[in-house]
């Protein structure tokens, strides 16, 4: 995928890889930004919400 064309939503394992965490860390992150979206058994994560969560961390 190209970088200007961002993913809306993702899995965990490919958030993960995207943000270059583990795959607990990003699920943890992910909780706390409120970016987790259920789809029947399915969870995926905001890009959009995880990111604006993540502008928090910055010094």
């Known amino acids: 995928m190209s970088k200007d064309k961002k993913k ?3 899995r965990y394992q ?3 890889e995207i943000y270059s965490m583990s795959v607990r860390k990003f699920q943890d992150l ?5 970016a987790i979206y ?5 969870a995926l994560v905001s ?8 502008e928090t ?3």
């Open 8 to 10: 809306k939503f993702v």
């Open 14 to 16: 490919e958030g993960a």
């Open 30 to 34: 992910a909780k706390d930004a409120g």
């Open 38 to 42: 259920k789809v029947g058994k399915m």
């Open 47 to 54: 890009c959009e919400l995880f990111d604006k969560y993540m």
């Open 57 to 59: 961390f910055k010094l």
